[in-house]
């Protein structure tokens, strides 16, 4: 037997249906039939985003769309506040740093949330930054940062963006851009969508876009101007990736027949079984205070090599889960309830767990 469990917070599994509608024939993309599709996918993506605004389809990874972000919204010098709390919140100031931004970092603890009010004494000291940097889902810690509470402080200002890496969250559990005034919202294909990895989705606020005229980071491929004027014509600037828009479009559709709310509270259902049971298990959460209904992680036992513990499951049980990353490398394993996962496969991810840990 080698029927295999895919519980990694990315890639995440895809469902057969939407397989097979990517399998279907090339079609060239300047063509009214793609257009049709990339048109219905981009107009559904404003459902998934919970926004009005164009959600810009890339053909990139999650990385590319957060490059995308920097590049086009600010300019060298520019300060931005970094909200570092694990690998991706390092990845927002090392792609600041690359273009020649001023990062101003907030390292916060792995396991916890960025707390508000860190975020407004720095912006109070520094009335200068422009962009707060920062993910809704920190998928290294398995943490979920107060968005909410963040954009009541960055609305307040005309000069001052709210960035926000939404890649394990969007899909997951509500981040209304519009109602909470984020000023820039990314996902990736391969996480919620229930796709491969290959897409990158961007949505820009009012604001955002008026600082987009401004901004003087050099970019070419990633032109969100660009991009959004060819969405208007339901074409991109250069060849989209077909097959994966082709199953964006599907999975949109049916997400929208499932209805975002019952959306949120699957992921919300599994997310809260997980952590019972792996307490259940005596192990002790990584993030127990504020918890992302992506994925989560654990501290394993004592005297328990996490590497050997994932490979065992992956080779032995053929459920793949993740490890910890840096500082949390062998100590911490991640379980994902993220995308087309569903209450057997969590059942069985646990079990194996069980099994493995004897
Ligand atoms: N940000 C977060 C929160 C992620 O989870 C990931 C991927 O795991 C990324 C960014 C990077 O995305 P990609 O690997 O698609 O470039």
């Not at 769309?65 to 990845?91: H, Q, W, Y």
């Not at 792609?95 to 907030?106: A, D, F, K, R």
């Not at 060819?230 to 049916?254: C, M, Q």
């Amino acid at each position: 037997m080698n029927k295999t469990y895919l519980l990694a917070p990315g890639p995440t599994p895809v469902p057969e249906k939407v397989n097979l509608e990517m399998a279907a024939p090339m079609i060239h993309h300047r063509t009214p039939q793609f257009s049709k599709i990339f048109g219905e996918a981009a107009e559904d993506a404003k459902t998934l985003f919970q926004t009005k605004q164009d959600v810009m389809i890339l053909a990139s990874t999650g990385t590319g769309g957060m490059e995308a972000c920097i590049t086009n919204l600010f300019s060298p010098g520019d300060k931005v506040l970094v909200i570092n709390g694990g690998k991706f919140g390092e990845r927002w100031g090392k792609i600041s740093e690359t273009y020649g931004l001023e990062p101003i970092w907030i390292n916060v603890e792995w396991g916890q949330a960025v707390k508000a009010a860190d975020v407004k004494a720095e912006l109070d000291k520094n009335p200068d930054i422009r962009g707060v940097l920062v993910q809704a889902s920190e998928t290294s810690t398995t943490v979920s940062h107060p968005i909410e509470e963040i954009s009541k402080l960055t609305r307040q200002r005309e000069d001052l963006l709210l960035v926000v890496d939404g890649i394990t969250a969007v899909g997951v559990y509500p981040l209304p851009m519009d109602d909470w005034g984020i000023d820039a919202l990314i996902t990736g294909s391969q996480k919620a969508l229930q796709l491969p990895p290959g897409l990158a989705l961007v949505a820009l606020s009012d604001k955002a876009w008026k600082q987009a005229e401004k901004a003087k980071c050099p970019h070419f491929y990633f032109d969100l101007r660009k991009e959004r004027k060819n969405l208007a014509d339901k074409t991109t600037a250069y060849t989209p990736a077909v097959s994966l828009v082709i199953g964006l479009r599907e999975v949109l559709k049916n997400l929208k027949e499932e209805g975002m709310d019952n959306v949120h509270k699957r992921h919300n259902r599994l997310a809260r079984a997980t952590r019972a049971a792996v307490q259940a298990l005596g192990m002790t959460l990584v993030a127990p205070d504020a918890p992302a209904d992506s994925a989560t992680g654990m501290f394993v036992p004592e005297g328990v090599d996490g590497a050997k513990l994932v490979k065992t499951l992956r080779d032995e049980f053929g459920v793949t889960l993740a490890g910890g990353q840096d500082q949390w490398k062998g100590k911490v394993v991640r379980i994902a309830h993220l995308g087309y996962v569903d209450t057997f496969d969590t059942v069985v991810a646990i079990a194996a767990l069980e099994m493995a840990l004897k």
